[in-house]
């Protein structure tokens, strides 16, 4: 009988152990430091480093199609803000008012949401506020992809 242990411990790590670590991130996770984060992503390199042997965690990830906690956090940010961005979600009064299509055809910046000045780096770093001074191109396609 041949059992596929590097499966069964793999889907363990995805079903019990990585919703602890990604726990309501879209809310944290921007304003991480990078100490914190390095301690995170730690733990999935312990966890494909027993899966997958002594590979690289770069390469475990790609082996397996696995993307690294940082990329799925910004993931899940971005799938927030595409639900928050939705006219009936409760939390849609967080957004600025949208811009004028036609206005901002003709201006520099293509963003659909004017862009909102922050004094302190810990408002700066929150989720809603990142994720509105996202590039043109990610704003846009969540904010077309809604609309």
């Not at 991480?32 to 494909?48: G, M, N, P």
């Amino acid at each position: 009988m041949d059992i596929d242990y590097c499966g069964i411990i793999m889907k363990i790590f995805q079903a019990v152990v990585r919703p602890i670590l990604e726990y309501a991130c879209p809310a944290w996770h921007t304003s991480l430091t990078k100490e914190q984060s390095k301690k995170l992503e730690d733990i999935q390199r312990r966890a494909l480093q027993i899966i997958v042997g002594n590979v690289p965690y770069e390469e475990a990830c790609c082996m397996l199609n696995f993307p690294s906690l940082a990329e799925r956090s910004l993931s899940m940010c971005e799938t927030l803000f595409k639900q928050i961005a939705c006219e009936s979600h409760v939390l849609r009064y967080l957004l600025p008012a949208k811009r004028d299509a036609e206005l901002t055809c003709r201006m520099r910046s293509m963003n659909k949401y004017p862009t909102v000045r922050a004094r302190t780096n810990c408002y700066k770093n929150v989720c809603i506020i990142c994720t509105l001074s996202l590039p043109v191109t990610l704003v846009g396609l969540i904010v077309c992809v809604v609309w």
